[in-house]
Structure formats: C-alpha cells, structure tokens
C-alpha cells in the first residue's frame, strides 16, 4: 500500500500560538480515531451547543448535547496539529510506503509513479 502526497505539511500554530483553522468532528468521527489509536493525541474542545442562523437573522436553529443525553455534540479540533498528528501515525504503519515528491505522471496499470 502507497501514500503519494507532495509531502508531510508543517505544523503551524500562527502568531496567536494556536491555528486559527478549526474543524468540528463529531462522535462517529471521534470513535473511529479512537479505534486508529491517535484521538487521545489531539488538543480538543468539546462543544456542547450549536446555534445557526439565517443571513439576516430572523431565523435560527439551536442544538443542544443535553436534548440527545450527551455531554457534548462534538469536538473542536485545530488542523495544523491535527495533520501532524495523523501523518505520524501514517509513519508507524509497516505496511504503508510513502511516497513524497511533486508528481510529474501517473498512468494506468503502471507500477511506477514518476516524481
């Protein structure tokens, strides 16, 4: 099995000592980073409400952890960290060959990736 990527991103934590781009993972995406064995290794914020409204705000919707018996919805998580964190556990997978490179040409059928 390969991974073909231009190679592994930096970590980056910007001027504020954090990444400012976040992502929302719910449970089902938080179970199956448990299973892979890295969720613990991520900085995480739970949130426990979800309010949305409509452009003018005349409309709105809220969601609550405690109205579905949950002590939160989700998790906040920064990408940058988040990123390093799976492509070190992609590193400790004996089975995988990464590949690292800017690809000139991929063809059908070949074996061979050209970088």
């Excluded at 004996?94 to 050209?114: C, F, P, Q, W, Y």
């Amino acid at each position: 099995m390969a991974l073909v990527d231009r190679g592994e991103p930096p970590v980056t934590r910007g001027q504020l000592g954090f990444d400012v781009r976040t992502v929302a993972l719910n449970p089902a995406s938080v179970a199956l980073l448990t299973e892979l064995d890295v969720w613990r290794a991520f900085t995480q914020c739970p949130f426990k409400s979800v309010y949305a409204c409509e452009e003018r705000g005349t409309r709105h919707i809220e969601f609550l952890a405690s109205e579905v018996d949950r002590d939160e919805l989700g998790w906040i998580v920064e990408v940058s960290p988040s990123v390093g964190v799976l492509w070190d556990a992609l590193r400790r997978q004996s089975e995988l060959t990464i590949i690292e490179g800017n690809i000139e040409s991929v063809e059908a059928g070949a074996d061979v990736v050209k970088l």
